[in-house]
Nanobody
């Protein structure tokens, strides 16, 4: 069992930055590939970024590429999402998730086994 807790969300103006953190605990939590997803109001959950368990490979949705950076510190069992140049369309609840599959970079939510409770990010225009 893996527990995930997100933090770092908030209200920011267009063009601003936020850094989300996802603290993991539980059995072998540092060996999971990890992902960030978001769910805008009234819409389905969508893939944002993913990282392999070593941190050596990263993957991004086209909508956030070059603006967001995913990273991890396995010594701290924490995954980060640095979000720069934020836009109003980035407004969503952001979730981190642990991927149970052997291949990193999965974009489908149903392939992730463990989820955090989410953190709200609101970008004002």
């Amino acid at each position: 069992q893996v527990q995930l807790v997100e933090s770092g969300g908030g209200l920011v103006k267009t063009g601003g930055s936020l850094r989300l953190s996802c603290a993991a605990s539980g059995r072998a939590s540092s060996t999971y590939h990890m992902g960030w997803f978001r769910q805008p109001p009234g819409k389905a959950r969508e893939f944002v970024a993913a990282i392999s368990w070593t941190g050596g490979s990263t993957y991004y949705a086209d909508s956030v590429k070059a603006r967001f950076t995913i990273s991890r510190d396995n010594a701290k069992n924490t995954v980060y999402l640095q979000m720069d140049t934020l836009k109003p369309e980035d407004t969503a609840v952001y979730f981190c998730a642990a991927d149970a599959s052997p291949v990193a970079g999965t974009i489908h939510p149903h392939e992730y086994r463990y989820w955090g409770q989410g953190t709200q990010v609101t970008v004002s225009s």
